[in-house]
T-cell receptor, first 113, second 112 residues
């Protein structure tokens, strides 16, 4: 049973467009929600993370929106670029335990020039 | 500063063979973890360690053993490889407490 459900499985966006990836969770004990970016042949790398005491966090073109009541969080990539083409994973953990992350199934993003 | 180093990068095993996947980090992190990545399933936690001499099981520990004799190293052992263990394996380390987890480049393992 997937504790963190991620959608869509794949996404095609035109250059300059907005990419939106969604995740949902059930366990209300989760209190740390990171997003990871993975390029082919590489390990995941932290992109941005949020805690449930804030509803939004922005770092450059990347924004996490968090809805605690709906138990959902999403990644928005503004002005998407071909270099953003990668697989994106949402994750969650309890007690901020970044050594015990529970990952979503991933979204393959392709940004077309 | 190399970060998290995994060896080998690729490996082919026959069913029943044993092997050890190596993981080393040079960031003096106490926390280390092993994940496997399978298509459509994301990354799943196999084993983790919160310090030298301390290990625990994650979500999918069956068929894998770990030990942590030093802060730097966290090897993952397959005692008798099975085709179901064909996967990409990632090692990660973190300082802990909500800080960033750093991942290695991965080991692609095929069991035939």
């Amino acid at each position: 049973q997937q504790q963190v459900k991620q959608s869509p499985q794949s996404l095609i966006v035109q250059k300059g467009g907005i990419s939106i990836i969604n995740c949902a969770y059930e366990n209300t004990a989760f209190d740390y929600f990171p997003w990871y970016q993975q390029f082919p042949g590489k390990g995941p790398a932290l992109l941005i993370a949020i805690r449930p005491d804030v509803s939004e966090k922005k770092e450059g073109r990347f924004t996490i929106s968090f809805n605690k009541s709906a138990k959902q969080f999403s990644l928005h990539i503004m002005d998407s670029q071909p270099g953003d083409s990668a697989t994106y994973f949402c994750a969650a953990s309890i007690g901020g335990a970044t050594n015990k992350l529970i990952f979503g199934t991933g979204t393959l993003l392709a940004v077309q020039p | 500063n190399a970060g998290v180093t995994q060896t080998p990068k690729f490996q082919v095993l026959k069913t029943g063979q044993s092997m050890t996947l190596q993981c080393a980090q040079d960031m003096n992190h106490e926390y280390m973890s092993w994940y496997r990545q399978d298509p459509g399933m994301g990354l799943r936690l196999i084993h983790y360690s919160v310090g030298a001499g301390i290990t625990d099981q994650g979500e999918v520990p069956n068929g894998y053993n770990v030990s942590r004799s030093t802060t730097e190293d966290f090897p993952l052992r397959l005692l008798s490889a099975a085709p179901s263990q064909t996967s990409v394996y990632f090692c990660a380390s973190t300082y802990g407490g909500g800080t960033e987890a750093f991942f290695g480049q991965g080991t692609r393992l095929t069991v035939v």
